[in-house]
């Protein structure tokens, strides 16, 4: 360990994963290492013994849960969008090599008090049942609006500016009803909460041609799963660094990041070891004095017997209850995968619910999503708080790059944006560039969705 390096690396999540194998396929010297025994920080996947020993200190699992090698329990319920800038990242590195991937079967909203299916086209729009007829036909006015809309060309604008005027003002000019605005804001933008509308449209029309796109890109929903859980997209990245020549180093503590008499960084000790470098990344959880809490989120892991209710029993979904439909101020959402994805054992179900916490009784914010969930097996509970690194951190530029905590969203987009960000930082503000990686004699393969 005591050798110089261009890069450490500071936990093995996602984000870190990522920047680590980019890093290591431009040629960078890097030196990757965790505290934990396992890849994926607070992105991994738990068998069932070490959920159980996370969460119920170290019972034992019931016998009739299964094999425990049959379980791989996302901490964070997250999926990729078809269409997404991970999904790219994935292809222009040719990680998809060592990943296999399942569509998501459905997207469906919750609204006034039932679950239906979110419409991605304009005869999805005319098919749906969250609307009547007359709205469905503002609605499929409003979907072909979207899909024609140019730049260049005033004939496809209808006198909207998407810099200027709000989504508000759009609504208000297609003639939207309000639980119409929910679902086209919360379940196809993918908002958090109903800030958005105030703001100018151009990201929310951007986010529902993603939507529409991953959608259209393999049909049914807009959604993918890598089979055997979320913990195989960090470790697929670390192979790539290691394939490039990236060190490794699990289980080892991080005893302290290392500065220089000019308060830059110069490396990182463990014990009596020093790895030394210019440039440290880490997670929050290294960076405990450069870092501010932005919030907490609430995810509630319940392992069923059964698919969810009104969904076509299907084997996946992702459900949105928007804030207004509860009278809440963010969203709650429901992820639910399966034995179908090798996650669970045979006829067994995984389902997350999460929400950004607003009061002192996180467990009750909660409870609308459990209710739509049936009978219950097992459920696990964790609250956490949200971490970024603060200004003052960033703006000192010492060498230190630090990734914002795993936020409530249901995608990876917010991370694929933390990742561009600390990209930006480490090249003195050039973007991160996708270039197909170099095949060093490996077969080209397709990505693989089933």
């Avoid at 119920?56 to 699992?61: E, I, S």
């Avoid at 998407?162 to 989504?167: Q, Y």
């Avoid at 986010?207 to 991953?214: D, N």
């Avoid at 859980?229 to 180093?249: D, V």
Wanted: proline letters at 4%; one cysteine or more.
């Amino acid at each position: 360990m005591d050798e110089t390096y261009d890069v450490i690396v500071l936990g093995t999540g996602l984000t870190e994963c990522v920047l680590s194998g980019l890093l290591s396929v431009e040629g960078k010297k890097v030196l990757h290492m965790d505290r934990n025994d396992y890849y994926g920080g607070e992105s991994a996947s738990l068998t069932l013994s070490q959920a159980f020993a996370k969460y119920r200190q170290g019972a034992d699992p019931p016998s009739a849960l299964g094999r425990d090698r049959d379980w791989a329990i996302d901490l964070v319920p997250k999926f990729l969008m078809a269409n997404g800038e991970l999904t790219n990242m994935l292809v222009h590195t040719d990680v998809t090599k060592y990943l296999e991937f399942k569509q998501i079967a459905g997207s469906y909203v919750y609204r006034d008090g039932r679950i239906a299916k979110v419409p991605a086209t304009e005869m999805e729009a005319v098919r749906s049942s969250l609307m009547g007829i007359f709205e469905k036909r503002r609605m499929k006015r409003f979907l072909e609006f979207i899909q024609g809309y140019k730049d260049n060309d005033a004939s496809t604008q209808q006198g909207i500016n998407l810099d200027r005027h709000t989504m508000a003002e759009i609504y208000y000019k297609f003639g939207l009803e309000k639980g119409t605005q929910d679902f086209v804001g919360h379940a196809m933008a993918l908002h958090l909460d109903d800030s958005y509308q105030r703001k100018p449209a151009r990201d929310t029309f951007n986010r529902i041609l993603l939507y529409a796109g991953s959608v259209a890109r393999y049909g049914k929903s807009p959604y993918l799963y890598p089979l055997y859980g979320l913990g195989e997209l960090p470790q697929g990245f670390a192979r790539l660094s290691a394939i490039y020549g990236g060190t490794y180093m699990l289980d080892k503590s991080i005893d302290e990041v290392v500065y220089g008499t000019d308060g830059k960084v110069i490396g990182v000790r463990s014990g009596e070891e020093t790895a030394k470098a210019p440039c440290v990344i880490g997670d929050p959880s290294y960076f405990r004095d450069k870092v501010r809490k932005t919030g907490r989120v609430v995810r509630v892991t319940c392992i069923l017997s059964h698919p969810i209710a009104n969904t076509d029993n299907s084997d996946s979904v992702q459900i949105i209850i928007p804030q207004n439909q509860i009278g809440r101020k963010h969203d709650i959402y429901i992820a639910m995968v399966s034995f179908a994805h090798n996650v669970a054992a045979k006829n067994h179900y995984l389902a997350i619910v999460s929400t950004i916490v607003e009061t002192d009784n996180p467990q009750e914010e909660v409870k609308p999503g459990l209710q739509l969930l049936g009978p219950i097996v097992e459920q696990f509970t964790q609250v956490s708080d949200l971490y970024e690194p603060t200004p003052e951190a960033i703006a000192r530029k010492d060498g230190t790059h630090i990734s914002k905590s795993y936020d409530a969203t249901s995608h990876f987009e917010t991370t694929t944006d933390d990742v561009k960000r600390i990209y930006r930082e480490l090249s003195g503000g050039k973007d991160l560039v996708l270039k197909p990686r170099p095949q060093l004699g490996e077969d080209e393969d397709n990505f693989n969705v089933q």
